[in-house]
């Protein structure tokens, strides 16, 4: 049968086309082995993940730790930055009340060091940056959505419908502001390891500069500390930053992983352990981070601990934010996939209910905003959200050492949370 002929290389073709197809959407291929479209795909993403590098570190918690020349960060693949001229430093650093240059009971935010200093340095001029390895590619539901948020699981605190609370089972439990201009957050966060029950569920502690509606066209600007198996391989506690200026439809990503923030420090790797962690019962040890917005510029500046201004989310990224950010958040996120039908026993924080108080309980303190006189303040009005307070919560409270503070995080899975 003549026929026969078309009929199979039209299957070959529409297989072939289907195999392309079925590689944007998600990694199949593995399960039948990969295959060498799937191969292409993957050195294809590997290559805009991981710019040449000066020289490399090996960690030893096990990732490779590129310093990349700054004027070869993927930030510059994007085609509105292809003349841009870096910013050396910002034109303005908001102080307020609690100011880190001024505080003594903050010693332990410059002990904060990542692993990967163990084994070297990265020369000046060049931005650390964690190697994307095959695996990590392959870990991911889709390569096309590495190093991207799945839902749009952004905190919604101003929602009642019960619809939408557990949206995705992404669980929260934050301190929040609105209803103001805000040009900036700050807040020093306890650091934690939490158990992750399961490799593609995460916990997170972080702040959320927020603009716009809980809509289609969210802006976020995020930053904090993540457990994260599938983005990383491990369980290990992680610096880390994400920006959507779409409600994390197209635009956005963690760390360097797409083009948006332009980094200038070199000792700093987002996406890169940090250590030391907190001990129950023990020692106890936080980050300070700040973001801000630069009145002149415009672009939203982030730094860590007292001496490392990372860099800064160019102004043009969004669209709200542009502007001002309507609300700040502040807390922790896990995401439930319901294991076994039963609530995910993933914890939140230090894995321990509010009430349970310092160095059990996980904990925000001096946060504070960067109100319209582009000065650090305390929050007013400040409220509190939880989807499910049986499993995660949270417990504002205010002193004089620590300002603005709240307890939060839970054990996930108990038995009033099942
Ligand atoms: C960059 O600069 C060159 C030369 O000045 C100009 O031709 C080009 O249009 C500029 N590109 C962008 C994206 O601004
Ligand atoms: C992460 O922790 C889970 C249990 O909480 C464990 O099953 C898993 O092996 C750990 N993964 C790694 C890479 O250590």
Same mark, same amino acid.
């Given at each position: 049968?003549?026929?026969?002929?078309?009929v199979g290389?039209?299957m070959?073709?529409?297989?072939?086309?289907?195999?392309?197809?079925?590689?944007?959407?998600?990694v199949?291929?593995? #399960?039948?082995?990969?295959?060498?479209?799937q191969?292409?795909?993957?050195?294809r993403?590997?290559?805009?993940?991981n710019?040449?590098?000066?020289k490399?570190i090996?960690?030893p918690? @096990?990732d490779?730790?590129?310093?990349?020349?700054?004027s070869?960060?993927?930030? &510059?693949?994007?085609? &509105? *930055?292809k003349?841009?001229?870096?910013?050396?430093? +910002?034109? &303005? %650093?908001?102080?307020?009340?609690?100011?880190?240059?001024?505080?003594?009971?903050?010693k332990?935010?410059?002990?904060?060091?990542?692993?990967?200093h163990? /084994?070297?340095r990265?020369?000046?001029?060049?931005?650390?940056?964690?190697?994307?390895?095959r695996?990590d590619?392959?870990?991911?539901?889709s390569?096309?959505?590495?190093?991207?948020?799945? %839902?749009k699981? !952004? +905190?919604? +605190?101003?929602? =009642?419908? +019960?619809?939408?609370?557990?949206?995705?089972?992404?669980? %929260?439990?934050i301190?929040? =502001?609105?209803?103001?201009?805000?040009?900036?957050?700050?807040?020093?966060?306890?650091v934690?390891?939490?158990k992750?029950?399961q490799?593609?569920? &995460?916990?997170?502690?972080?702040?959320?500069i927020?603009g716009?509606?809980?809509?289609?066209?969210?802006n976020?600007?995020?930053a904090?500390?993540?457990v994260?198996?599938?983005?990383?391989?491990?369980?290990n506690?992680?610096?880390?930053?994400?920006w959507t200026s779409?409600? $994390?439809?197209?635009?956005?990503c963690?760390?360097?992983l797409c083009?948006?923030?332009?980094q200038?420090n /070199?000792?700093?790797a987002?996406?890169?352990?940090?250590?030391p962690?907190?001990?129950?019962?023990g020692?106890q040890?936080?980050?300070?981070?700040?973001?801000?917005?630069?009145?002149?510029e415009?672009?939203?500046w982030?730094?860590?601990?007292?001496?490392?201004?990372?860099?800064?989310?160019?102004?043009?990224?969004?669209?709200?934010?542009?502007d001002?950010a309507s609300?700040?958040?502040?807390?922790g996120? #896990? *995401?439930n996939?319901?294991?076994?039908?039963?609530?995910?026993?993933?914890?939140? @924080?230090s894995?321990? !209910?509010?009430?349970?108080?310092?160095s059990?309980?996980?904990y925000?303190?001096?946060?504070?905003?960067?109100?319209g006189?582009?000065h650090?303040?305390?929050?007013?009005?400040?409220g509190?959200?939880?989807?499910?307070? /049986?499993?995660?919560n =949270?417990?504002?409270g205010?002193n004089?050492d620590?300002?603005?503070?709240? $307890? $939060?995080?839970?054990p996930?899975r108990n038995? /009033?949370?099942?």
């Amino acid at each position: 049968m003549a026929a026969h002929v078309n009929v199979g290389r039209r299957m070959v073709a529409a297989l072939a086309l289907a195999m392309v197809a079925c590689l944007s959407c998600a990694v199949a291929g593995r #399960v039948g082995g990969p295959g060498e479209t799937q191969r292409l795909e993957v050195r294809r993403h590997l290559k805009r993940f991981n710019k040449a590098p000066v020289k490399s570190i090996k960690s030893p918690d @096990g990732d490779t730790i590129d310093c990349v020349h700054v004027s070869h960060q993927p930030a &510059f693949d994007h085609p &509105f *930055l292809k003349n841009h001229t870096i910013q050396t430093r +910002p034109n &303005f %650093h908001p102080e307020g009340l609690f100011d880190d240059s001024k505080a003594t009971s903050d010693k332990k935010t410059s002990s904060m060091a990542q692993p990967w200093h163990q /084994n070297g340095r990265c020369p000046e001029d060049t931005i650390p940056i964690r190697r994307t390895t095959r695996d990590d590619v392959l870990r991911a539901s889709s390569i096309k959505r590495y190093g991207r948020k799945k %839902h749009k699981s !952004f +905190p919604n +605190p101003l929602s =009642v419908e +019960p619809d939408l609370l557990n949206e995705n089972g992404h669980q %929260h439990a934050i301190a929040y =502001v609105e209803g103001d201009k805000y040009y900036g957050a700050k807040a020093t966060i306890n650091v934690w390891q939490p158990k992750i029950q399961q490799t593609n569920e &995460f916990s997170l502690s972080q702040l959320w500069i927020l603009g716009g509606s809980f809509g289609q066209d969210l802006n976020s600007i995020e930053a904090g500390w993540q457990v994260s198996p599938e983005l990383y391989g491990d369980n290990n506690t992680r610096l880390f930053t994400y920006w959507t200026s779409d409600a $994390y439809q197209a635009t956005g990503c963690y760390n360097l992983l797409c083009s948006g923030f332009i980094q200038i420090n /070199n000792a700093i790797a987002m996406g890169a352990s940090i250590s030391p962690i907190s001990n129950y019962d023990g020692s106890q040890y936080d980050i300070s981070i700040l973001v801000w917005k630069d009145p002149k510029e415009g672009n939203w500046w982030m730094q860590f601990g007292r001496d490392h201004v990372l860099g800064y989310w160019p102004s043009f990224l969004f669209s709200y934010l542009a502007d001002s950010a309507s609300m700040i958040e502040w807390g922790g996120e #896990v *995401l439930n996939s319901d294991p076994d039908g039963e609530h995910t026993s993933t914890g939140m @924080g230090s894995g321990h !209910f509010p009430e349970e108080g310092y160095s059990k309980a996980s904990y925000f303190r001096n946060i504070q905003i960067v109100d319209g006189s582009n000065h650090l303040s305390a929050p007013t009005g400040v409220g509190s959200f939880t989807e499910q307070s /049986n499993c995660y919560n =949270v417990q504002n409270g205010n002193n004089g050492d620590w300002g603005q503070y709240f $307890y $939060y995080g839970g054990p996930g899975r108990n038995s /009033n949370c099942q």
